[in-house]
Nanobody, 127 residues
Framework: QVQLVESGGGSVQTGGSLRLSCAAS????????MGWFRQAPGKEREGVAT????????YYADSVKGRFTISHDNAKNTLYLQMNSLKPEDTAMYYC????????????????????WGQGTQVTVSS
């Protein structure tokens, strides 16, 4: 019964900012990995940033380090992705995902290890 709903996508120019939100419902008691993934047309889905909700550890793709920040509001059960200094190569459909299982460091940005997915929100960055 887990449900994830993304919002906050849109179109911006290079150098602009956006904040994505993911509202979660239906989770049972426990700790979760939550994250953001993106997929451009014709390309594989890739991990952008993830967070462990219990300990607060965060993980970022090299391509977004220093520009994006992931956070989680436990009281609101909402995941966020603050995106600054956006580039055209950031253009993609962005998906919120979650998983309750423990993960190896090498798996924390792999889409295949996440069980729950939202429908996505489009981010477009123009030159």
């Amino acid at each position: 019964q887990v449900q994830l709903v993304e919002s906050g996508g849109g179109s911006v120019q290079t150098g602009g900012s956006l904040r994505l939100s993911c509202a979660a419902s239906g989770y049972t008691y426990g700790s979760y990995y939550m994250g953001w993934f993106r997929q451009a047309p014709g390309k594989e889905r890739e991990g952008v940033a993830t967070i462990y909700t219990a300990g607060g550890s965060t993980y970022y793709a090299d391509s977004v380090k220093g520009r994006f920040t992931i956070s989680h509001d436990n009281a609101k059960n909402t995941l966020y992705l603050q995106m600054n200094s956006l580039k055209p190569e950031d253009t993609a459909m962005y998906y919120c995902a979650g998983d309750r299982r423990p993960k190896r460091t090498r798996d924390v940005l792999r889409p295949s290890t996440f069980a729950y997915w939202g429908q996505g929100t489009q981010v477009t960055v123009s030159s």
